[in-house]
Nanobody, 123 residues
Framework: QVQLVESGGGLVQTGGSLRLSCAAS????????MGWFRRAPGQEREFVAA????????LYADSVKGRFTISRDIPKSTVTLQMNSLKPEDTAVYYC????????????????WGQGTQVTVSS
């Protein structure tokens, strides 16, 4: 069984920083890509960032480019999303997801999802 557990969410002021982590376990194959998505109140889920299985390639949504950084620690099976210069528009529940096939911006390409962690940015 694959499990993804997010942590690190919380309340932060505009311009502040937060670091989200996602711990993965139970993958049958070692090569799996990871992605971060978010859902704001009353909004649809949207892509945030993704990283390849090796960690050599990354993708970012335009809205977070230059502010967020995704990385992974393969030995620890952990993926991190460093969020800087946070804005109220970043307020959402953040989810991590994994895929052993194609990866990118489409949520449908991901097979497993965590339960999410709340990020709230106050003005």
């Amino acid at each position: 069984q694959v499990q993804l557990v997010e942590s690190g969410g919380g309340l932060v002021q505009t311009g502040g920083s937060l670091r989200l982590s996602c711990a993965a376990s139970g993958h049958t194959f070692s090569r799996y890509a990871m992605g971060w998505f978010r859902r704001a109140p009353g909004q649809e889920r949207e892509f945030v960032a993704a990283i390849s299985w090796s960690g050599s390639s990354t993708l970012y949504a335009d809205s977070v480019k230059g502010r967020f950084t995704i990385s992974r620690d393969i030995p620890k099976s952990t993926v991190t999303l460093q969020m800087n210069s946070l804005k109220p528009e970043d307020t959402a529940v953040y989810y991590c997801a994994s895929t052993t096939t194609r990866w990118g911006r489409a949520s449908a390409d991901y097979d497993y999802w965590g339960q999410g962690t709340q990020v709230t940015v106050s003005s």
